[in-house]
């Protein structure tokens, strides 16, 4: 019953410094099933993007590097596609949504024109037609006025209208995922809870499946099924949400987890202590052995092996 939509297999994505080469994603392996919200969570840095970029190959090489691995898609292998098949993928059968819709519209275009290009580049439609599609679905993603706001610029609507403009775009082709890379950091609080709440709608209407990046664990909770836990360009524990909240296995995880603001508890945020390393100074064993209360000497010699600890719940971590 269950269909793998997207299988990603030892991803290994580096980037050239001068003074070495950073594996900004490491070994990243991750399944999304259809119509599943998947999470992906961790720290600034921690490599969310790169992973998510190069899944359709967008990251600009040089500088990055794609050292190794596969992303299967409905059976295709994205990174030997010819360039001409993934372009027919993006934007059709996996819908982006990035952070900052000001760098995802083109400024000097309006909305309207920008949405109608997408479904004009993926389907043969009569103008009229795609035209009645985009407004339906402005409408459907919360615009109250979609003629006003499909003739608009980008900058001249608020931040949490681009944002739905943003939506409306990534999924005027009904895509079967959409990959939502930080979708309301910019955004204040209460117009972040109301695109948070218009992605589940639509991902539970449209029986898509979604990739959420984020580095607030808090809104992975209030959306996705399962979700990632990354350090320092690994996936250090991956689970169900509910398993993961129930039952935190990595020290890492149990940091985030216990700087997550809830109403009901009095006592400060536990902040993670210390500092990341970068990506060239990483240590021998364990990455995150600097930083944990619980680290044993294994931890500094030897980066701990994946296991599964119970069904689904896996941890890369020499305490299980
Ligand atoms: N264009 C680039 N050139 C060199 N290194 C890069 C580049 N883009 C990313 N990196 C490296 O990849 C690492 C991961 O970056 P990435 O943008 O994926 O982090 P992230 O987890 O998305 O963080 P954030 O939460 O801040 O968005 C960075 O720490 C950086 O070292
Ligand atoms: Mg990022």
């Given at each position: 019953?269950?269909?793998?939509?997207?299988?990603?297999?030892?991803?290994?994505?580096?980037?050239?410094?001068?003074?070495?080469?950073?594996?900004?994603?490491?070994?990243?392996?991750?399944?999304?099933l259809?119509?599943?919200?998947?999470?992906?969570v961790?720290e600034?840095?921690?490599?969310?993007?790169?992973t998510?970029?190069?899944?359709?190959k967008?990251l600009?090489?040089?500088?990055?590097?794609?050292?190794?691995?596969?992303?299967?898609?409905?059976e295709?292998?994205?990174?030997?596609?010819?360039?001409e098949e993934?372009?027919?993928i993006?934007?059709?059968?996996?819908g982006?949504?990035?952070?900052?819709?000001?760098?995802?519209?083109n400024?000097v275009?309006?909305?309207?024109?920008?949405?109608?290009?997408?479904?004009?580049m993926?389907?043969?439609w009569?103008?009229q037609?795609?035209?009645?599609r985009?407004?339906?679905?402005?409408?459907?993603?919360?615009?109250h006025?979609?003629?006003?706001?499909?003739?608009?610029?980008?900058?001249?609507?608020?931040?949490?209208?681009?944002?739905?403009?943003m939506?409306?775009?990534?999924?005027?082709?009904?895509?079967?995922?959409?990959?939502?890379?930080?979708?309301?950091?910019?955004?204040?609080?209460?117009?972040q809870?109301?695109?948070?709440?218009?992605?589940?709608?639509?991902?539970q209407?449209?029986?898509?499946?979604?990739?959420?990046?984020?580095?607030?664990?808090?809104?992975?909770?209030e959306?996705?099924?399962?979700?990632?836990?990354m350090?320092?360009?690994?996936?250090?524990?991956?689970?169900?949400?509910?398993?993961?909240?129930?039952?935190?296995?990595?020290?890492?995880?149990?940091?985030?987890?216990?700087?997550?603001?809830?109403?009901?508890r009095?006592?400060?945020?536990?902040?993670?202590p210390?500092?990341?390393?970068?990506?060239?100074h990483?240590?021998?064993?364990c990455?995150?052995?600097?930083?944990?209360?619980?680290?044993?000497?294994r931890?500094h010699?030897?980066?701990?092996?994946?296991?599964?600890?119970?069904?689904?719940?896996?941890v890369?971590?020499?305490?299980?």
């Amino acid at each position: 019953m269950e269909r793998t939509l997207l299988e990603v297999r030892d991803l290994e994505i580096h980037f050239k410094a001068e003074n070495g080469v950073s594996k900004a994603v490491d070994g990243v392996s991750l399944q999304i099933l259809a119509g599943e919200a998947f999470g992906l969570v961790g720290e600034s840095g921690c490599g969310k993007s790169v992973t998510a970029l190069s899944l359709l190959k967008l990251l600009p090489s040089p500088p990055a590097i794609l050292a190794g691995g596969e992303v299967i898609w409905e059976e295709r292998n994205l990174w030997q596609l010819p360039h001409e098949e993934l372009i027919k993928i993006r934007g059709k059968e996996i819908g982006l949504i990035f952070q900052e819709p000001m760098t995802s519209f083109n400024p000097v275009h309006k909305i309207g024109r920008q949405i109608c290009e997408v479904l004009e580049m993926h389907t043969s439609w009569p103008p009229q037609e795609i035209r009645r599609r985009a407004l339906e679905m402005l409408h459907r993603v919360g615009i109250h006025d979609p003629q006003r706001c499909f003739n608009a610029y980008p900058h001249e609507l608020s931040g949490g209208m681009r944002q739905r403009a943003m939506i409306a775009m990534a999924l005027i082709c009904r895509p079967q995922l959409v990959v939502a890379d930080e979708p309301t950091t910019a955004l204040d609080v209460t117009i972040q809870a109301q695109i948070l709440d218009l992605l589940k709608e639509l991902q539970q209407a449209e029986g898509m499946s979604i990739l959420l990046i984020t580095h607030n664990l808090g809104i992975i909770t209030e959306i996705a099924h399962r979700v990632a836990v990354m350090y320092l360009g690994k996936i250090v524990e991956l689970a169900k949400v509910r398993d993961l909240l129930v039952n935190p296995l990595h020290p890492y995880t149990q940091g985030l987890l216990s700087s997550i603001p809830r109403l009901d508890r009095e006592e400060a945020l536990q902040a993670i202590p210390g500092m990341a390393p970068d990506f060239l100074h990483l240590p021998a064993g364990c990455y995150f052995a600097p930083r944990c209360s619980r680290a044993t000497e294994r931890c500094h010699q030897e980066y701990p092996l994946t296991r599964e600890v119970s069904p689904g719940h896996t941890v890369a971590c020499w305490l299980y």
